[in-house]
């Protein structure tokens, strides 16, 4: 726990860490997409996925109405709050 006054850059390096941890973690989802073979048929709905949609994403495994779908119901992780201050996390 830090104790006392922080550097000036302190709350930009955090910021700038998150956003590499961030972008660390879409690059392996990513890459472990790509290992995998596009399917012809959606995993949820049973439809074909259109050969250009394939060729386009590699490793596609929904089509265009599913994936629009999860993406809609998609809710971003509750993170931590590291520019807060002591007073707005005591409240």
Same mark, same amino acid.
Do not use: F, Y
């Given at each position: 726990?830090?104790?006392?006054? &922080? /550097?000036?850059? &302190?709350?930009?390096?955090? $910021?700038?860490? #998150?956003?590499?941890? &961030? $972008?660390? *973690?879409? /690059?392996?989802?990513?890459?472990? *997409?790509?290992?995998?073979? #596009?399917?012809?048929?959606?995993?949820?709905?049973?439809?074909?996925?259109?050969?250009?949609? *394939?060729? &386009? $994403?590699?490793?596609?495994?929904? %089509?265009?109405? %599913?994936? @629009?779908? /999860?993406? !809609?119901?998609? +809710?971003? +992780?509750?993170? $931590?709050?590291? *520019?807060? #201050? !002591?007073? @707005?996390?005591? !409240?």
């Amino acid at each position: 726990m830090a104790g006392g006054w &922080a /550097r000036d850059d &302190a709350v930009n390096e955090q $910021i700038e860490v #998150s956003t590499q941890e &961030a $972008i660390e *973690r879409m /690059r392996l989802r990513n890459a472990q *997409r790509v290992e995998q073979e #596009s399917a012809a048929i959606c995993d949820e709905c049973d439809e074909p996925i259109p050969e250009a949609r *394939r060729r &386009a $994403i590699p490793g596609v495994r929904l %089509c265009v109405a %599913c994936q @629009s779908g /999860r993406d !809609k119901a998609w +809710r971003p +992780r509750a993170g $931590i709050n590291r *520019r807060g #201050s !002591k007073d @707005s996390q005591l !409240k």
